[in-house]
Protein backbone atom coordinates (compact mmCIF):
# COMPACT_ATOMS: atom_id res chain seq x y z
CA UNK A 1 0.00 0.00 0.00
CA UNK A 2 1.11 3.24 -1.22
CA UNK A 3 0.08 6.46 1.55
CA UNK A 4 -0.42 9.54 -0.06
CA UNK A 5 2.69 11.80 0.31
CA UNK A 6 0.39 14.04 3.00
CA UNK A 7 -0.06 10.81 5.19
CA UNK A 8 2.86 10.19 7.70
CA UNK A 9 3.96 6.34 7.98
CA UNK A 10 4.27 6.64 11.87
CA UNK A 11 0.39 7.67 12.16
CA UNK A 12 -0.81 4.28 10.05
CA UNK A 13 -2.19 2.51 12.64
CA UNK A 14 -4.21 5.56 13.84
CA UNK A 15 -5.11 6.11 9.96
CA UNK A 16 -6.77 2.63 9.63
CA UNK A 17 -8.35 2.99 13.05
CA UNK A 18 -10.03 6.43 11.82
CA UNK A 19 -11.13 4.92 8.43
CA UNK A 20 -13.46 3.20 10.51
CA UNK A 21 -15.41 6.07 10.50
CA UNK A 22 -15.23 6.22 6.83
CA UNK A 23 -18.24 3.87 6.19
CA UNK A 24 -20.58 6.55 7.11
CA UNK A 25 -19.02 8.73 4.40
CA UNK A 26 -18.75 7.81 0.72
CA UNK A 27 -15.07 8.55 -0.17
CA UNK A 28 -13.08 7.47 -3.52
CA UNK A 29 -10.17 9.06 -2.29
CA UNK A 30 -10.21 6.90 0.48
CA UNK A 31 -10.16 3.91 -1.40
CA UNK A 32 -7.48 4.62 -3.58
CA UNK A 33 -5.10 5.50 -0.50
CA UNK A 34 -5.97 2.09 0.46
CA UNK A 35 -6.80 2.80 3.96
CA UNK A 36 -10.43 1.07 3.67
CA UNK A 37 -12.09 -1.60 1.48
CA UNK A 38 -15.51 -0.80 0.20
CA UNK A 39 -17.33 2.25 1.45
CA UNK A 40 -21.22 1.82 1.63
CA UNK A 41 -23.43 5.08 1.03
CA UNK A 42 -22.77 8.22 2.55
CA UNK A 43 -24.75 9.18 5.66
CA UNK A 44 -28.04 10.62 5.89
CA UNK A 45 -28.88 8.85 2.33
CA UNK A 46 -31.02 5.54 4.54
CA UNK A 47 -34.35 6.09 3.79
CA UNK A 48 -36.41 5.39 7.19
CA UNK A 49 -35.67 8.16 9.96
CA UNK A 50 -35.16 5.08 12.30
CA UNK A 51 -32.44 3.62 10.24
CA UNK A 52 -30.34 7.17 10.29
CA UNK A 53 -30.97 7.58 14.17
CA UNK A 54 -29.71 3.92 14.71
CA UNK A 55 -26.75 4.73 12.23
CA UNK A 56 -25.88 7.98 14.22
CA UNK A 57 -26.04 6.39 17.50
CA UNK A 58 -23.64 3.60 16.24
CA UNK A 59 -21.44 6.80 14.40
CA UNK A 60 -21.36 8.33 18.19
CA UNK A 61 -20.07 4.56 19.68
CA UNK A 62 -17.78 4.60 17.21
CA UNK A 63 -16.31 8.61 17.95
CA UNK A 64 -16.61 7.04 21.76
CA UNK A 65 -14.16 4.48 21.18
CA UNK A 66 -11.81 6.35 19.47
CA UNK A 67 -10.61 8.51 22.31
CA UNK A 68 -10.62 11.58 24.23
CA UNK A 69 -9.84 13.75 20.75
CA UNK A 70 -12.65 11.94 18.61
CA UNK A 71 -15.02 12.28 21.73
CA UNK A 72 -14.61 16.25 21.33
CA UNK A 73 -14.61 16.24 18.05
CA UNK A 74 -18.34 14.71 18.23
CA UNK A 75 -19.26 17.36 20.18
CA UNK A 76 -18.07 20.07 17.33
CA UNK A 77 -19.10 18.42 14.75
CA UNK A 78 -22.74 18.53 16.20
CA UNK A 79 -22.35 21.95 15.81
CA UNK A 80 -22.23 21.65 12.27
CA UNK A 81 -25.83 21.21 11.17
CA UNK A 82 -24.05 22.36 7.47
CA UNK A 83 -22.28 19.08 7.56
CA UNK A 84 -24.57 16.35 9.03
CA UNK A 85 -28.54 15.43 9.18
CA UNK A 86 -30.07 16.39 12.18
CA UNK A 87 -30.51 12.37 13.47
CA UNK A 88 -26.27 12.98 13.90
CA UNK A 89 -26.05 16.07 15.33
CA UNK A 90 -29.01 14.67 17.67
CA UNK A 91 -26.80 11.94 18.69
CA UNK A 92 -23.61 13.50 18.74
CA UNK A 93 -24.95 15.93 21.05
CA UNK A 94 -25.29 14.07 23.89
CA UNK A 95 -21.98 11.88 23.78
CA UNK A 96 -20.33 10.85 26.60
CA UNK A 97 -17.13 9.21 27.08
CA UNK A 98 -17.21 6.24 30.14
CA UNK A 99 -13.98 4.60 30.28
CA UNK A 100 -12.08 2.95 32.95
CA UNK A 101 -10.23 4.54 35.76
CA UNK A 102 -6.46 4.60 35.91
CA UNK A 103 -4.27 3.69 38.98
CA UNK A 104 -4.85 5.61 42.16
CA UNK A 105 -0.61 5.70 42.21
CA UNK A 106 -0.53 8.10 39.40
CA UNK A 107 -3.36 10.21 40.51
CA UNK A 108 -0.83 10.40 43.63
CA UNK A 109 1.73 11.23 41.96
CA UNK A 110 -0.05 13.93 39.20
CA UNK A 111 -1.86 15.55 42.02
CA UNK A 112 1.94 15.23 44.25
CA UNK A 113 3.43 17.20 41.15
CA UNK A 114 0.98 19.65 40.30
CA UNK A 115 0.65 21.36 44.02
CA UNK A 116 4.47 20.91 44.79
CA UNK A 117 3.58 18.94 48.12
CA UNK A 118 2.81 15.31 49.20
CA UNK A 119 -1.24 14.43 49.18
CA UNK A 120 -1.10 13.61 52.64
CA UNK A 121 0.10 17.04 53.22
CA UNK A 122 -2.61 18.46 50.93
CA UNK A 123 -5.13 16.80 51.82
CA UNK A 124 -6.65 15.59 55.27
CA UNK A 125 -8.82 12.95 52.95
CA UNK A 126 -8.38 11.61 49.39
CA UNK A 127 -10.64 8.91 48.34
CA UNK A 128 -8.72 6.26 46.31
CA UNK A 129 -11.75 5.14 44.65
CA UNK A 130 -12.86 7.89 41.85
CA UNK A 131 -16.65 9.41 41.90
CA UNK A 132 -16.13 9.25 38.03
CA UNK A 133 -13.61 8.36 35.08
CA UNK A 134 -13.48 9.70 31.95
CA UNK A 135 -11.09 9.82 29.06
CA UNK A 136 -9.53 13.00 30.17
CA UNK A 137 -9.79 12.91 33.58
CA UNK A 138 -11.12 11.44 36.86
CA UNK A 139 -12.47 12.43 39.89
CA UNK A 140 -12.11 12.28 43.51
CA UNK A 141 -13.44 12.69 46.58
CA UNK A 142 -11.54 14.66 49.27
CA UNK A 143 -11.48 17.37 52.28
CA UNK A 144 -9.02 20.09 52.87
CA UNK A 145 -6.82 20.25 55.89
CA UNK A 146 -10.07 22.75 57.16
CA UNK A 147 -12.46 19.98 56.43
CA UNK A 148 -13.71 21.35 53.34
CA UNK A 149 -15.20 18.52 51.08
CA UNK A 150 -13.87 19.03 47.67
CA UNK A 151 -13.69 17.19 44.53
CA UNK A 152 -10.15 16.76 42.89
CA UNK A 153 -10.07 16.47 39.22
CA UNK A 154 -6.67 14.73 37.94
CA UNK A 155 -6.04 14.92 34.22
CA UNK A 156 -5.66 11.22 32.55
CA UNK A 157 -1.58 11.00 31.99
CA UNK A 158 -0.35 11.14 28.77
CA UNK A 159 -3.68 12.46 27.38
CA UNK A 160 -2.31 15.67 26.48
CA UNK A 161 0.25 13.76 24.16
CA UNK A 162 -2.02 11.50 22.80
CA UNK A 163 -4.27 14.38 21.75
CA UNK A 164 -1.36 16.24 19.92
CA UNK A 165 -0.84 12.87 18.36
CA UNK A 166 -4.12 12.74 17.07
CA UNK A 167 -4.68 16.51 16.14
CA UNK A 168 -1.85 15.73 13.62
CA UNK A 169 -3.05 13.17 12.32
CA UNK A 170 -6.08 14.80 11.76
CA UNK A 171 -4.64 17.71 10.20
CA UNK A 172 -2.67 15.15 7.80
CA UNK A 173 -6.15 13.83 6.54
CA UNK A 174 -7.93 17.38 6.46
CA UNK A 175 -5.53 18.82 4.15
CA UNK A 176 -5.24 15.74 2.00
CA UNK A 177 -9.40 16.34 1.57
CA UNK A 178 -8.90 19.63 1.36
CA UNK A 179 -6.98 19.55 -1.30
CA UNK A 180 -8.18 16.83 -3.53
CA UNK A 181 -12.31 16.25 -2.64
CA UNK A 182 -14.59 19.14 -3.59
CA UNK A 183 -16.26 18.65 0.09
CA UNK A 184 -12.87 19.61 1.64
CA UNK A 185 -12.73 22.42 -0.82
CA UNK A 186 -16.19 23.70 0.28
CA UNK A 187 -16.29 22.88 3.70
CA UNK A 188 -12.45 24.11 4.58
CA UNK A 189 -11.71 21.01 7.02
CA UNK A 190 -8.15 22.45 7.88
CA UNK A 191 -9.24 25.65 8.91
CA UNK A 192 -12.54 23.84 11.09
CA UNK A 193 -9.92 21.31 12.47
CA UNK A 194 -7.95 24.49 13.84
CA UNK A 195 -10.49 25.94 15.62
CA UNK A 196 -11.47 22.29 17.29
CA UNK A 197 -7.59 22.60 18.01
CA UNK A 198 -7.62 25.97 19.91
CA UNK A 199 -11.17 24.80 21.79
CA UNK A 200 -9.53 21.81 22.91
CA UNK A 201 -6.58 22.50 23.76
CA UNK A 202 -7.93 25.31 26.14
CA UNK A 203 -9.85 23.03 27.30
CA UNK A 204 -7.10 20.55 28.94
CA UNK A 205 -5.83 23.81 31.01
CA UNK A 206 -7.60 23.53 34.20
CA UNK A 207 -7.03 26.77 35.42
CA UNK A 208 -9.49 28.18 32.90
CA UNK A 209 -11.94 25.92 34.08
CA UNK A 210 -11.94 26.98 37.48
CA UNK A 211 -12.11 31.03 35.99
CA UNK A 212 -15.49 29.36 33.87
CA UNK A 213 -17.09 28.55 37.31
CA UNK A 214 -16.07 31.50 38.88
CA UNK A 215 -17.54 34.06 35.85
CA UNK A 216 -20.96 31.62 35.26
CA UNK A 217 -21.20 31.50 38.85
CA UNK A 218 -21.67 35.28 39.48
CA UNK A 219 -23.75 35.39 36.42
CA UNK A 220 -26.14 32.95 37.87
CA UNK A 221 -26.04 34.12 41.62
CA UNK A 222 -29.70 35.00 41.34
CA UNK A 223 -31.33 31.62 40.43
CA UNK A 224 -31.37 30.55 44.30
CA UNK A 225 -32.43 26.24 42.28
CA UNK A 226 -28.76 26.84 40.97
CA UNK A 227 -25.71 25.83 42.18
CA UNK A 228 -21.65 25.98 40.48
CA UNK A 229 -19.14 24.57 42.60
CA UNK A 230 -16.59 27.17 43.68
CA UNK A 231 -13.16 26.35 42.50
CA UNK A 232 -10.15 26.20 45.15
CA UNK A 233 -7.99 28.69 43.63
CA UNK A 234 -4.77 27.28 45.43
CA UNK A 235 -5.49 23.86 44.98
CA UNK A 236 -5.56 24.13 41.08
CA UNK A 237 -3.28 24.09 37.93
CA UNK A 238 -3.49 23.05 34.66
CA UNK A 239 -3.17 19.39 35.36
CA UNK A 240 -5.50 19.20 38.67
CA UNK A 241 -8.78 21.01 39.80
CA UNK A 242 -10.01 21.37 43.05
CA UNK A 243 -13.60 22.52 43.86
CA UNK A 244 -16.71 22.33 46.10
CA UNK A 245 -17.80 18.50 46.58
CA UNK A 246 -21.41 18.49 45.06
CA UNK A 247 -23.39 15.71 46.44
CA UNK A 248 -26.29 13.99 44.79
CA UNK A 249 -26.97 12.24 41.29
CA UNK A 250 -27.47 12.54 37.74
CA UNK A 251 -30.74 13.97 36.59
CA UNK A 252 -31.05 11.35 34.00
CA UNK A 253 -30.80 8.58 36.76
CA UNK A 254 -33.51 9.83 39.00
CA UNK A 255 -35.78 7.45 40.17
CA UNK A 256 -39.64 8.06 39.84
CA UNK A 257 -40.03 8.13 43.94
CA UNK A 258 -37.25 11.24 43.48
CA UNK A 259 -39.54 12.93 41.46
CA UNK A 260 -42.59 13.31 43.32
CA UNK A 261 -40.52 14.39 46.09
CA UNK A 262 -39.08 17.79 43.99
CA UNK A 263 -40.65 20.27 42.52
CA UNK A 264 -39.94 19.46 38.67
CA UNK A 265 -41.78 22.39 36.67
CA UNK A 266 -39.78 25.08 38.83
CA UNK A 267 -36.14 23.45 38.24
CA UNK A 268 -36.90 22.86 34.74
CA UNK A 269 -38.22 26.41 34.43
CA UNK A 270 -35.32 27.95 36.26
CA UNK A 271 -32.88 25.97 34.40
CA UNK A 272 -33.89 26.71 31.31
CA UNK A 273 -34.06 30.40 32.40
CA UNK A 274 -30.52 30.21 33.44
CA UNK A 275 -29.67 29.23 30.04
CA UNK A 276 -31.08 31.65 27.98
CA UNK A 277 -29.97 34.37 30.23
CA UNK A 278 -26.54 32.90 29.70
CA UNK A 279 -27.27 33.30 25.90
CA UNK A 280 -28.91 36.66 25.13
CA UNK A 281 -27.56 38.69 28.17
CA UNK A 282 -24.10 37.36 29.56
CA UNK A 283 -20.92 37.11 27.59
CA UNK A 284 -20.29 34.14 28.72
CA UNK A 285 -22.30 30.41 28.18
CA UNK A 286 -22.14 26.55 29.15
CA UNK A 287 -21.96 25.53 25.59
CA UNK A 288 -21.92 21.82 26.93
CA UNK A 289 -25.09 21.12 29.65
CA UNK A 290 -25.55 17.20 28.08
CA UNK A 291 -27.19 15.33 30.95
CA UNK A 292 -24.37 14.03 32.41
CA UNK A 293 -23.41 17.41 33.64
CA UNK A 294 -26.37 18.33 35.36
CA UNK A 295 -26.69 16.64 38.81
CA UNK A 296 -29.63 17.12 41.55
CA UNK A 297 -28.33 17.65 44.61
CA UNK A 298 -29.24 16.59 47.96
CA UNK A 299 -31.10 19.88 49.12
CA UNK A 300 -33.33 19.59 46.02
CA UNK A 301 -31.31 21.90 43.42
CA UNK A 302 -29.65 21.67 39.97
CA UNK A 303 -25.81 21.68 40.09
CA UNK A 304 -23.43 22.78 36.95
CA UNK A 305 -20.40 20.80 36.38
CA UNK A 306 -17.80 20.15 33.70
CA UNK A 307 -17.79 23.97 32.75
CA UNK A 308 -14.17 23.57 30.55
CA UNK A 309 -16.60 24.19 27.18
CA UNK A 310 -17.56 27.62 26.98
CA UNK A 311 -18.97 29.93 23.88
CA UNK A 312 -19.10 33.43 23.73
CA UNK A 313 -21.72 35.49 21.94
CA UNK A 314 -21.07 39.00 20.44
CA UNK A 315 -23.71 41.57 21.86
CA UNK A 316 -25.34 42.56 18.93
CA UNK A 317 -25.81 38.69 18.05
CA UNK A 318 -27.39 38.05 21.41
CA UNK A 319 -30.39 40.90 20.09
CA UNK A 320 -30.66 39.21 17.12
CA UNK A 321 -31.08 35.69 18.66
CA UNK A 322 -33.46 36.96 21.25
CA UNK A 323 -35.89 38.69 18.38
CA UNK A 324 -35.76 35.33 16.45
CA UNK A 325 -36.43 32.96 19.57
CA UNK A 326 -39.39 35.27 20.52
CA UNK A 327 -40.51 34.94 16.72
CA UNK A 328 -40.47 31.02 17.02
CA UNK A 329 -41.94 30.88 20.14
CA UNK A 330 -44.68 32.92 18.41
CA UNK A 331 -44.90 31.23 15.54
CA UNK A 332 -44.03 33.78 13.18
CA UNK A 333 -42.29 32.06 10.52
CA UNK A 334 -41.71 35.01 7.98
CA UNK A 335 -40.40 37.20 10.76
CA UNK A 336 -37.71 34.33 11.60
CA UNK A 337 -36.80 34.47 8.18
CA UNK A 338 -36.20 38.00 7.96
CA UNK A 339 -34.03 38.22 11.30
CA UNK A 340 -32.29 34.98 10.35
CA UNK A 341 -31.27 37.17 7.00
CA UNK A 342 -30.06 40.07 9.63
CA UNK A 343 -28.22 37.69 11.72
CA UNK A 344 -26.43 35.85 9.00
CA UNK A 345 -25.79 36.99 5.25
CA UNK A 346 -26.57 35.48 2.01
CA UNK A 347 -24.18 33.08 -0.10
CA UNK A 348 -24.38 33.40 -3.92
CA UNK A 349 -26.53 30.10 -3.80
CA UNK A 350 -29.35 32.81 -1.91
CA UNK A 351 -32.83 31.89 -3.44
CA UNK A 352 -35.13 34.92 -1.10
CA UNK A 353 -38.47 32.48 -1.67
CA UNK A 354 -37.06 29.37 -1.17
CA UNK A 355 -35.48 30.56 2.20
CA UNK A 356 -38.82 32.27 3.10
CA UNK A 357 -40.69 29.58 2.29
CA UNK A 358 -39.15 26.65 4.38
CA UNK A 359 -38.19 28.61 7.65
CA UNK A 360 -41.98 29.38 7.61
CA UNK A 361 -43.06 26.04 7.03
CA UNK A 362 -40.57 24.43 9.68
CA UNK A 363 -42.16 26.77 12.37
CA UNK A 364 -45.53 26.60 11.43
CA UNK A 365 -44.87 22.91 11.41
CA UNK A 366 -43.65 23.03 14.98
CA UNK A 367 -47.14 25.20 15.81
CA UNK A 368 -49.38 21.70 16.02
CA UNK A 369 -47.16 20.11 17.73
CA UNK A 370 -48.00 19.24 21.48
CA UNK A 371 -46.08 20.09 24.28
CA UNK A 372 -44.52 16.96 24.81
CA UNK A 373 -43.08 17.11 21.45
CA UNK A 374 -41.94 20.66 21.24
CA UNK A 375 -38.24 20.85 21.40
CA UNK A 376 -36.98 24.24 21.10
CA UNK A 377 -33.23 23.47 20.47
CA UNK A 378 -34.36 21.21 17.20
CA UNK A 379 -36.23 23.76 15.75
CA UNK A 380 -32.85 25.89 16.33
CA UNK A 381 -30.90 23.38 14.56
CA UNK A 382 -33.38 22.53 11.57
CA UNK A 383 -33.37 26.40 11.31
CA UNK A 384 -29.55 26.05 11.04
CA UNK A 385 -29.80 23.51 8.35
CA UNK A 386 -32.33 25.08 6.23
CA UNK A 387 -30.82 28.49 5.88
CA UNK A 388 -27.84 26.53 5.00
CA UNK A 389 -28.98 24.62 1.90
CA UNK A 390 -31.39 28.05 1.08
CA UNK A 391 -27.96 29.93 1.01
CA UNK A 392 -27.86 32.02 4.16
CA UNK A 393 -24.97 30.96 6.01
CA UNK A 394 -26.13 31.84 9.97
CA UNK A 395 -23.29 32.57 12.50
CA UNK A 396 -22.09 29.66 14.44
CA UNK A 397 -23.24 31.14 17.97
CA UNK A 398 -27.13 29.91 16.05
CA UNK A 399 -25.73 26.00 16.25
CA UNK A 400 -23.82 26.55 19.22
CA UNK A 401 -27.15 28.05 20.70
CA UNK A 402 -29.29 25.08 19.12
CA UNK A 403 -27.08 22.24 20.42
CA UNK A 404 -27.54 23.24 24.16
CA UNK A 405 -30.75 23.79 23.93
CA UNK A 406 -31.52 20.66 22.48
CA UNK A 407 -29.54 18.74 25.45
CA UNK A 408 -31.41 20.95 27.97
CA UNK A 409 -34.93 20.16 26.43
CA UNK A 410 -33.33 16.48 27.05
CA UNK A 411 -32.85 17.25 31.24
CA UNK A 412 -35.55 19.73 31.53
CA UNK A 413 -38.19 16.56 30.08
CA UNK A 414 -36.63 15.08 32.74
CA UNK A 415 -37.78 16.98 35.18
CA UNK A 416 -41.18 17.89 34.09
CA UNK A 417 -42.79 16.30 31.11
CA UNK A 418 -44.67 18.60 29.94
CA UNK A 419 -42.28 21.17 29.60
CA UNK A 420 -43.40 23.88 27.44
CA UNK A 421 -39.63 25.52 26.38
CA UNK A 422 -41.81 28.25 24.24
CA UNK A 423 -44.21 29.64 26.71
CA UNK A 424 -40.76 30.04 28.99
CA UNK A 425 -39.67 32.05 26.43
CA UNK A 426 -42.69 34.10 25.89
CA UNK A 427 -42.70 34.49 30.11
CA UNK A 428 -38.78 35.70 29.88
CA UNK A 429 -38.82 37.82 27.30
CA UNK A 430 -39.34 40.66 29.22
CA UNK A 431 -36.61 40.14 32.10
CA UNK A 432 -34.43 39.45 29.33
CA UNK A 433 -35.14 42.71 27.54
CA UNK A 434 -35.00 44.04 31.49
CA UNK A 435 -30.91 42.91 31.68
CA UNK A 436 -30.08 43.65 28.51
CA UNK A 437 -30.77 47.23 29.31
CA UNK A 438 -29.54 47.13 32.82
CA UNK A 439 -26.52 46.09 31.22
CA UNK A 440 -26.03 48.77 28.47
CA UNK A 441 -26.19 51.10 31.42
CA UNK A 442 -23.14 49.19 33.47
CA UNK A 443 -20.41 51.32 34.83
CA UNK A 444 -18.02 50.60 32.01
CA UNK A 445 -21.06 51.91 29.78
CA UNK A 446 -21.96 54.63 31.55
CA UNK A 447 -17.70 55.89 31.83
CA UNK A 448 -17.26 55.71 28.50
CA UNK A 449 -20.89 57.86 27.91
CA UNK A 450 -19.46 60.37 30.40
CA UNK A 451 -16.29 60.55 28.89
CA UNK A 452 -17.77 61.18 25.78
CA UNK A 453 -20.24 63.54 27.00
CA UNK A 454 -17.14 65.68 29.10
CA UNK A 455 -15.11 66.50 25.31
CA UNK A 456 -18.33 67.43 23.37
CA UNK A 457 -19.23 69.79 26.40
CA UNK A 458 -15.48 70.79 26.56
CA UNK A 459 -14.90 71.73 22.95
CA UNK A 460 -18.38 72.86 22.11
CA UNK A 461 -18.19 76.82 23.31
CA UNK A 462 -15.26 76.73 20.89
CA UNK A 463 -17.33 75.67 17.90
CA UNK A 464 -19.60 77.61 18.42
CA UNK A 465 -17.74 80.51 18.62
CA UNK A 466 -16.50 79.86 15.27
CA UNK A 467 -19.44 79.33 13.81
CA UNK A 468 -20.97 82.45 14.92
CA UNK A 469 -17.69 84.36 14.48
CA UNK A 470 -18.24 83.16 10.44
CA UNK A 471 -21.89 84.65 10.15
CA UNK A 472 -20.70 87.75 11.45
CA UNK A 473 -17.96 87.99 8.86
CA UNK A 474 -20.49 86.70 6.27
CA UNK A 475 -18.19 83.82 5.55
CA UNK A 476 -20.58 80.50 6.29
CA UNK A 477 -20.48 78.41 3.60
CA UNK A 478 -22.21 74.71 3.28
CA UNK A 479 -20.56 72.14 1.33
CA UNK A 480 -22.71 69.70 -0.10
CA UNK A 481 -21.33 66.75 -1.92
CA UNK A 482 -23.72 66.18 -4.92
CA UNK A 483 -23.82 65.67 -8.97
CA UNK A 484 -22.31 68.51 -11.04
CA UNK A 485 -25.38 70.15 -12.71
CA UNK A 486 -22.63 71.41 -15.39
CA UNK A 487 -20.69 68.60 -16.43
CA UNK A 488 -24.77 66.40 -16.25
CA UNK A 489 -25.47 69.47 -18.87
CA UNK A 490 -22.48 69.59 -20.39
CA UNK A 491 -23.01 65.77 -21.39
CA UNK A 492 -26.93 65.70 -22.58
CA UNK A 493 -25.98 69.12 -24.72
CA UNK A 494 -23.03 66.07 -26.29
CA UNK A 495 -25.45 63.75 -26.59
CA UNK A 496 -28.48 65.81 -27.98
CA UNK A 497 -25.63 67.14 -31.04
CA UNK A 498 -24.53 63.71 -31.84
CA UNK A 499 -28.18 62.56 -32.25
CA UNK A 500 -28.73 65.84 -34.43
CA UNK A 501 -25.59 65.54 -36.36
CA UNK A 502 -27.01 61.70 -36.89
CA UNK A 503 -30.67 63.01 -37.94
CA UNK A 504 -29.04 65.40 -40.66
CA UNK A 505 -26.69 62.92 -42.31
CA UNK A 506 -29.27 60.65 -42.51
CA UNK A 507 -31.12 62.98 -44.13
CA UNK A 508 -28.41 64.20 -46.21
CA UNK A 509 -28.37 60.27 -47.51
CA UNK A 510 -32.49 59.99 -48.13
CA UNK A 511 -32.42 63.16 -50.15
CA UNK A 512 -29.28 61.81 -52.03
CA UNK A 513 -30.97 58.19 -52.64
CA UNK A 514 -34.42 60.33 -54.33
CA UNK A 515 -32.13 62.36 -56.19
CA UNK A 516 -30.28 59.92 -57.94
CA UNK A 517 -33.73 59.14 -60.02
CA UNK A 518 -33.80 62.66 -61.69
CA UNK A 519 -32.28 62.78 -65.17
CA UNK A 520 -29.75 66.36 -65.16
CA UNK A 521 -26.99 66.72 -67.52
CA UNK A 522 -24.69 67.54 -64.17
CA UNK A 523 -23.06 63.99 -63.60
CA UNK A 524 -20.32 63.28 -61.35
CA UNK A 525 -18.78 59.94 -62.17
CA UNK A 526 -21.53 59.43 -64.47
CA UNK A 527 -24.22 59.63 -61.51
CA UNK A 528 -26.63 63.13 -60.79
CA UNK A 529 -24.40 65.27 -59.87
CA UNK A 530 -26.75 67.11 -56.79
CA UNK A 531 -26.85 63.38 -55.91
CA UNK A 532 -23.27 62.68 -55.64
CA UNK A 533 -22.25 65.93 -53.67
CA UNK A 534 -24.83 65.24 -51.11
CA UNK A 535 -23.44 61.82 -50.88
CA UNK A 536 -19.86 63.10 -50.69
CA UNK A 537 -21.08 65.57 -47.76
CA UNK A 538 -22.86 62.90 -45.80
CA UNK A 539 -19.99 60.84 -46.19
CA UNK A 540 -17.26 63.67 -44.88
CA UNK A 541 -19.76 64.50 -42.50
CA UNK A 542 -19.78 61.04 -41.04
CA UNK A 543 -16.23 60.47 -40.73
CA UNK A 544 -15.97 63.53 -39.18
CA UNK A 545 -18.09 62.84 -36.62
CA UNK A 546 -16.88 59.67 -36.22
CA UNK A 547 -13.78 61.21 -35.57
CA UNK A 548 -15.12 63.66 -32.89
CA UNK A 549 -16.72 61.19 -30.84
CA UNK A 550 -13.51 58.90 -30.83
CA UNK A 551 -11.35 61.88 -29.61
CA UNK A 552 -13.55 63.04 -27.03
CA UNK A 553 -13.80 60.05 -25.51
CA UNK A 554 -10.10 59.13 -25.36
CA UNK A 555 -9.52 62.22 -23.95
CA UNK A 556 -12.53 61.97 -20.98
CA UNK A 557 -10.56 58.09 -20.63
CA UNK A 558 -7.45 59.82 -20.09
CA UNK A 559 -9.08 62.65 -17.57
CA UNK A 560 -11.11 60.02 -15.43
CA UNK A 561 -8.06 57.40 -15.19
CA UNK A 562 -5.74 57.54 -12.38
CA UNK A 563 -2.44 59.34 -12.37
CA UNK A 564 0.55 56.88 -11.11
CA UNK A 565 1.63 55.98 -7.88
Known amino acids: MVLPAALAPHHLKRYREIGRLLRYFRSDLWKDAGLEGELPAAIGEAGEPESATAEAERLAADLEALGPTFIKLGQLLSSRTDLLPLPYVKALARLQDRIAPFPFVEVERIVSTELGVRLSKAFAEFEETPLAAASLAQVHRAALRDGRPVAVKVQRPGVGEQILEDLEALGALADLFDRHTDMGARYEFGRLLEEFRASLIAELDYRREAQNLVDIGKNLVRFERLVVPAPVADYTTSRVLTMDLIRGRKVTALSPLTKLEIDGAALARELFSAYLQQFLVDDLFHADPHPGNVFLTDDHRLALLDLGMVGRIPPRLQEGLLKLLLAVAEGQGERVAELGLQIGHATPGYDEGTFTHRISTLVMRYQGATVEQIEVGQIVLEISRAASEAGVQLPQEMALLGKALLNLDQVARTLDPTFDPNATVRQQSTELLRQRMWKSVSPGHVLAAAMEAKELVEQLPNR ?72 LAAAGGGCALLVDILWTDERSRRKSAPGPR
Open 464 to 535: INRILGRIADNDLRLQVDSIDEGKLMEGFQKVANRIASGVILAALIIGAAMLMRIETSFRIFGYPGLAMLLF
